[in-house]
């Protein structure tokens, strides 16, 4: 192996393998603190006023059914305001809102109609009219379970400097194997996301049903309309203005997830950018001691984390792709007799040529990876084998190389100065 | 279990407790290097284990060689060569195919080697001397016996010549085509300057550059392809195989 390729793999594993140990002891560390948690039972003694916001374009499929979840909210009606948006939709939104709203006419229902301004704009102008003490923003093809918002709740009583409680985020019916991959890889965010929280060090507001406290966001200015991932911006600006950022972690909210390649890689693509624009525009925060954890620690994760995914892609091109060219070209040198070159081909095996100690590492990083992905099935009660074994196997080998692949082709893009549109 | 500092109240610190979890940068930082010196040990362990391994291939290759030697010796002694050459063209044959493996094994693990590349640079003289060795004696032996066999020297370099596995390809498929009628002596040139054989070598058939083939005492200093290789070496064989046929035509 090259010796430049086997540095940069050494510094991947250490990279790698200092992220996961640190967050499985600081699982160790608060593993109590977590099972108090799962038993702790707050009853509240208030009930304030919540505003939920929908922001709507082309959901026509969709957007009956998130409504439909709002108003099954177990949460007193007089206490819920709902504000639907159709953000300029093409398609039959308005009409599918218009419906529901006229059969619910009982309950506290604001519907804008606007000409297409994008999400972050829409949330500004509800929150301008939002009278909620806080408010929920819920993606028109989201579905919240009926006590998510009493539990998300719950979690302001404790802290008066707390700006936002992120729900647990599931993948709704998955049914296609990119949905199924998706819903591995939400458990493991919800189970990051919960020891995140602990560690005040959440850096993204998922769209789907994150609750914000009202004064707050619109003392920092509401959401920034020019942000590709207008939810992590808005969780940045909260850290770097020293609010709170918890994870509720049983509040679940079920998201319909792209459903194939093509929608994934358009989703993570804005995602991605957004996120590296995020990282340059909050760079003053990197090893800046005054945000603590997040960010000594966090915020050169995420970093590393975009770093790591280009240096995975290039040992999957120079592990995979350079050995298969040259056999290519030995097939070729010899004409193509494929017959001979099966007979030439050494299969001894010899225990000596294996490369024990980088197998060791390597290993102990798939073992760690393991842990992690069993303590994110427990954090959810979820049973690893639900969709079968092999769903694993390949979300290990190759969802993870697909989403490097599609982080390099962000970074490509960003570097010649592609545009994208949310 | 791990403690976390606290950070200095000042004016933009009032709203959260921002903590520093230094403890655990530290214990994450000491684990990982553990491991990390763990894997770096087992490979270090491994490297002496691949030598020891070497050493010991060596050693029996030496005594194949005596054996072969005793043969040799045998057959100039006594009369009845037809059944004793048969003998020892096997011998000599599995003892190259166990030669080059073994060559093949030394070449990788002196290339992933960190701490030991004097001793794996020792150990392939030996090999390469004892390869001589082999080459001289499969001459000699093709004479007393009769052997219908082509001998090759193949001259490369692994760390100045990136054609060179083109050629060890090419070479590589004759002899899985021709078997025991092709005997491949790789000679490795890079250790020509502490082996002044291959020097010697090197001047006889005037070599300067690489990859070379020496095919009954005629040089050809580049990249023989497949086709005219096949020719080559076919019409060296009084009786060709029939996979000669195609190159014969």
């Known amino acids: ?422 | 279990m791990v403690k976390q500092r606290k950070q200095k109240p000042t004016n933009q610190t009032k709203l959260i407790e921002r903590k520093i979890s230094i403890e655990r940068y530290i214990i994450a930082g000491t684990i990982t290097l553990l491991i990390f010196a763990l894997g770096l040990s087992m490979g270090f362990v491994l490297d002496y284990k691949r030598i020891t391994w070497i050493e010991e291939q060596s050693k029996a290759q030496e005594l194949d060689y005596q054996s072969l030697q005793l043969q040799y010796l045998y057959l100039n002694t006594i009369d009845d060569t037809e059944k004793s050459c048969h003998i020892l063209g096997n011998t000599l044959q599995t003892t190259l195919i166990t030669l080059s493996e073994t060559l093949e094994d030394l070449e990788k693990f002196e290339k992933d080697t960190k701490l030991n590349k004097k001793e794996y640079n020792t150990l392939l003289r030996k090999f390469t001397i004892n390869n001589l060795k082999y080459w001289l004696f499969a001459e000699k032996s093709k004479k007393l016996c009769n052997m219908d066999a082509v001998t090759l020297l193949y001259f490369f370099s692994r760390e100045n010549c990136p054609i060179c596995p083109n050629q060890g390809m090419v070479l590589s498929y004759f002899k899985t085509l021709l078997g025991e009628d092709l005997l491949v002596f790789p000679i490795d040139v890079d250790l020509k300057q502490n082996e002044p054989i291959i020097q010697l070598l090197e001047s006889i058939y005037n070599i300067q550059s690489y990859p070379t083939i020496v095919i009954e005492d005629i040089t050809y200093s580049r990249v023989v392809e497949k086709e005219e290789l096949g020719k080559i070496i076919c019409n060296i064989y009084n009786s060709p195989n029939n996979h000669c046929d195609k190159y014969l035509e």
């Open chain 1, 1 to 422: 192996m090259n010796f430049t390729v086997e540095i940069l793999l050494w510094i991947t594993y250490l990279g790698l393998l200092y992220i996961l140990v640190f967050w499985l002891l600081s699982f160790l560390d608060n593993r109590e603190h977590m099972k108090q948690e799962s038993k702790k039972r707050t009853k509240l003694t208030r009930f304030p006023l919540v505003s939920i916001i929908i922001p709507a374009h082309n959901e026509e499929n969709t957007i009956a059914g998130t409504i439909e979840s709002v108003l099954k909210l177990n949460y007193p009606r007089d206490k819920v305001e709902i504000i639907i948006i159709n953000d300029g939709s093409t398609d039959d939104t308005k009409k599918n809102i218009e419906k529901i709203t006229h059969s619910n006419r009982n309950r506290k229902i604001i519907f804008i109609d606007q000409k297409n301004q994008g999400k972050a704009k829409s949330l500004n102008n509800a929150l301008k009219i939002a009278k909620g003490e806080f408010f929920a923003c819920l993606d028109a093809d989201s579905f919240v379970e009926k006590n998510t918002l009493i539990k998300m709740i719950k979690f302001y009583n404790q802290n008066p400097h707390l700006a936002i409680v992120t729900p647990a985020m599931r993948v709704k019916d998955p049914k296609t194997l990119t949905q199924k991959f998706q819903r591995l890889e939400y458990l493991a965010s919800m189970f990051m996301a919960r020891l995140m929280g602990l560690l005040d060090v959440v850096y993204v507001a998922p769209g789907p049903f994150s609750l914000y406290r009202s004064k707050i966001i619109k003392k920092l200015g509401g959401f920034d309309i020019n942000n590709l991932t207008e939810d992590q911006e808005i969780a940045y600006r909260v850290q770097k203005h020293h609010y709170g950022i918890k994870q509720c972690y049983n509040a679940y909210v079920h998201t319909t997830a792209p459903h194939n390649i093509k929608g994934l890689y358009k989703q993570r693509n804005r995602w991605f950018k957004g996120s590296m624009i995020n990282l340059y525009k909050y760079k003053q925060l990197f090893f800046n001691k005054k945000y603590g954890d997040f960010g000594m620690l966090q915020l050169p994760i995420n970093l590393a984390t975009y770093i790591l995914s280009v240096c995975a892609i290039f040992f999957f091109g120079y592990f995979t792709f350079k050995p298969l060219f040259r056999e290519i070209h030995n097939i070729y040198l010899i004409n193509f007799d494929l017959l001979h070159y099966i007979r030439s081909i050494d299969f001894n095996f010899n225990i000596l040529g294996l490369d024990l100690g980088m197998m060791f590492i390597a290993y102990t990083l798939f073992f760690a990876a393991l842990i992690v992905f069993y303590l994110s099935h427990k954090n959810t009660d979820e049973k690893i084998r639900k969709h079968g074994i092999i769903y694993i196997i390949f979300y290990f080998f190759f969802y993870y190389t697909m989403l490097s692949v599609i982080s390099v082709i962000v970074l490509i893009q960003l570097i010649f100065g592609v545009r994208q549109k949310w």
